[in-house]
Antibody
Framework: EVQLVQSGAEVKKPGESLKISCKGS????????IGWVRQMPGKGLEWMGI????????RVSPSFQGQVTMSVDKSINTAYLQWTSLKASDTAIYFC???????????????WGQGTVVTVSS | DIQMTQSPSSLSASVGDRVTITCRAS??????LNWYQQKPGKAPKLLIY???TLQSGVPSRFSGSGSGTDFTLTISSLQPEDFVTYYC?????????FGQGTKVEI
């Protein structure tokens, strides 16, 4: 079974750093794309960006460029999303998801991790 | 980036109703359109990819259509578990975008 398991909820203060994780299993993690999606409280889904686990190449939404860092550790099948200085506005649920394909041009997110709740408050 | 606009933002319906949700892209995206369902407190779940292909395991009451800029998700007969939120997402460009969501309420 293809599965993504994310790290647990975090409560941080503004200005603190944070790294959350997403561990894949049941497929070839080392040659896959992993995406990150933000959902602010009571709001919709926002595509943050995506990372190719093979060589850590990234595509990042302009809205998140410079605000977060995506990385991968292929040795432990884990992708990461990192902040160096959190803001209250980073409070949200963060989902990772595997980009899947029909083998042709079409791609989608499936499956998804369960989400990591990040709360930033003084 | 391509903007995705869903309508309506919310709708009220009853069990057994047929409902249609519309998603419009700000430019042509061919058939690079996916639909997801999100239940409260849960991760989104893929329903339909490539505009009209039903994901394995998804009930046949769900269907998708469209190409270019206009797409629809139809639920032929609403079941109690379908009263949740639906999102479209374009995969035409390398930077994907989601619609703002449509909440289906009883």
């Amino acid at each position: 079974e293809v599965q993504l398991v994310q790290s647990g909820a975090e409560v941080k203060k503004p200005g603190e750093s944070l790294k959350i994780s997403c561990k894949g299993s049941g497929y070839s993690f080392a040659t896959s794309w992993i995406g990150w999606v933000r959902q602010m409280p009571g709001k919709g889904l926002e595509w943050m960006g995506i990372i190719y686990t093979g060589y850590s190449g990234t595509r990042v939404s302009p809205s998140f460029q410079g605000q977060v860092t995506m990385s991968v550790d292929k040795s432990i099948n884990t992708a990461y999303l990192q902040w160096t200085s959190l803001k209250a506005s980073d409070t949200a649920i963060y989902f990772c998801a595997k980009q899947s394909s029909d083998g042709g041009d079409y791609n989608w997110f499936d499956p998804w991790g369960q989400g990591t709740v990040v709360t930033v408050s003084s | 980036d391509i903007q995705m606009t869903q309508s309506p933002s919310s709708l009220s319906a009853s069990v057994g109703d047929r409902v249609t949700i519309t998603c419009r892209a700000s430019q042509s995206i061919s058939r690079y359109l996916n639909w997801y369902q999100q239940k409260p407190g849960k991760a989104p779940k893929l329903l339909i990819y490539a505009a009209s292909t039903l994901q394995s395991g998804v009930p046949s009451r769900f269907s998708g259509s469209g190409s270019g800029t206009d797409f629809t998700l139809t639920i032929s007969s609403l079941q109690p578990e379908d009263f949740v939120t639906y999102y479209c997402q374009q995969g035409y460009t390398t930077r994907w975008t989601f619609g703002q969501g449509t909440k289906v309420e009883i």
